[in-house]
Structure formats: structure tokens, C-alpha cells
């Protein structure tokens, strides 16, 4: 089945800073999403990254705040920037291999902002 | 607005009986609903799929109804075991023109299966 491994798997940041979270699938994709996860809420889609392209931002979501790089088909990076501790979260890459196989995520990370 | 409804309750259920969780939506029209099973500290990860124009789905001890004429979705794990406990997620997706899905998470429901 597939792999994602994702880093940091947690990290306390000061608020300002930046946090670049790095994703690296053991395949080429084409199409990478990174969500966030809030205590007791959803799993909310933050972008869609295409090798490429610019990636594509959900309402809410602005690439000031979360730039995302895709270089290539297995990997790519989501910065945190500019923190504040409403962004202590946990953060999700995933893939799609198909239109019928479902997401494959990487384990998360764990942010917490302070 | 859509809006997918999960009981965010926790679900107790003994080791061996069925767990039932079950998924509610509104102003939804999905192509597909997706479960998905998610641990502590972990991400989720992808159990059954079924689309619009199927009844039931089952692998192995889960089974999966898709009514959409109630538009909801039942998801049975018969014969529960205490490894079986985790939160379960569903997620409505609808395929775009490029053949690929955007699918819309539910919070999830945490069941705890007790031995």
C-alpha cells in the first residue's frame, strides 16, 4: 500500500516564526492535499498541490500563510508562517492514487504554537 | 450549506457484538462516500469506498449501506474487537473533470470497543 512520511511529526514554535512541515511519497503523484485538523473538528482541506503549479487554496486559505512548494511527483512542503497560537494544529499531507482508492495520509503534525 | 453529521458522541459497544456509526448529510450530492479509520496521533487511513448507485459494500467484517434517498450511510464492523477501537471518519466525495475526487470530511465518531 502506499507510504507518506511526514516531518516534523510535532514541534512548539514560537509565535512569528515559521514552520516548514515536509512531505515524501514513496511514489509519483500528481496531485498532493495538505489539511489541518482542529481539536473536536473536521479534517479541513487547506490546498491542492500540483507538480508545476501554483497550488490551489480553499476558501479561508491564503498562500501568504501556508506557501506550499510541490518540486516533483514525491514530494512537497507546507509553511506555517507569520504563527499564532490559533494555528496549533495538526497539519496532514495526502495522496489520491486513483479515483476509487481513497486518501493516503501521512501521520500528521503535531503543531502547538505558544 | 453542506453539512455532514456524525455522532460525536462515543460509541461503547462489547467485544463481539456489531457496531453501527452512522453518517447524516445535507445539501450534498456525492459521487461517493469513503470511511475511514483514524488512531491517536495518527493519520486516517482508508477503509471502503462505495458510490452513489450501490446499496452495500463489505470487506471482510465491515459492511457499508449508502442510502440516498435518506442521504445517509451506515458502516457495520460485526463480531467487534477491542482492536477495532478508533475514530471513525466518513467522507462525501463528488469526482471533478480531471477524474479525481474532492471529498468533504465528517468530524467522526469514536468507538470503543470494551473486552
Known amino acids: 500500500s502506499a507510504v507518506i512520511s511526514q516531518k516534523p511529526s510535532r514541534d512548539i514554535c514560537q509565535r512569528g516564526t515559521s514552520l516548514t512541515i515536509q512531505c515524501q511519497v514513496d511514489s509519483q503523484v500528481t496531485m498532493m492535499f495538505w489539511y489541518r485538523q482542529q481539536p473536536g473538528q473536521s479534517l479541513t482541506l487547506i490546498a491542492t498541490a500540483n507538480q508545476g503549479s501554483e497550488a490551489t487554496y480553499e476558501s479561508g486559505f491564503v498562500i501568504d500563510k501556508f506557501p506550499i512548494s510541490r518540486p516533483n511527483l514525491t514530494f512537497s512542503t507546507l509553511t506555517v508562517s507569520n504563527m499564532s497560537p490559533e494555528d496549533s494544529s495538526i497539519y496532514l499531507c495526502?495522496?489520491?492514487?486513483?479515483?476509487?482508492?481513497?486518501?493516503?495520509f501521512g501521520s500528521g503534525t503535531r503543531l502547538t504554537v505558544v | 450549506s453542506q453539512k455532514i453529521e456524525q455522532n460525536s458522541e462515543a460509541l461503547n459497544i462489547q467485544e463481539g457484538k456489531t457496531a453501527t456509526l452512522t453518517c447524516n448529510y445535507t445539501?450534498?450530492?456525492?459521487?461517493?462516500l469513503q470511511w475511514y479509520r483514524q488512531d491517536p496521533g495518527r493519520g486516517p487511513v482508508f477503509l471502503l469506498l462505495i458510490r452513489e448507485n450501490e446499496k452495500e459494500k463489505r470487506k471482510e467484517r465491515l459492511k457499508v449501506t449508502f442510502d440516498t434517498t435518506l442521504k445517509q450511510s451506515l458502516f457495520h464492523i460485526t463480531a467487534s474487537q477491542p482492536a477495532d477501537s478508533a475514530t471513525y471518519l466518513c467522507a462525501l466525495g463528488a469526482m471533478n473533470s480531471g477524474g479525481y475526487q474532492k471529498v468533504t470530511f465528517g468530524i467522526g465518531t469514536k468507538l470503543q470497543v470494551i473486552p
Open positions: 495526502s495522496d489520491q492514487r486513483g479515483p476509487t482508492s481513497g486518501y493516503t
Open positions: 445539501n450534498y450530492s456525492p459521487a461517493y
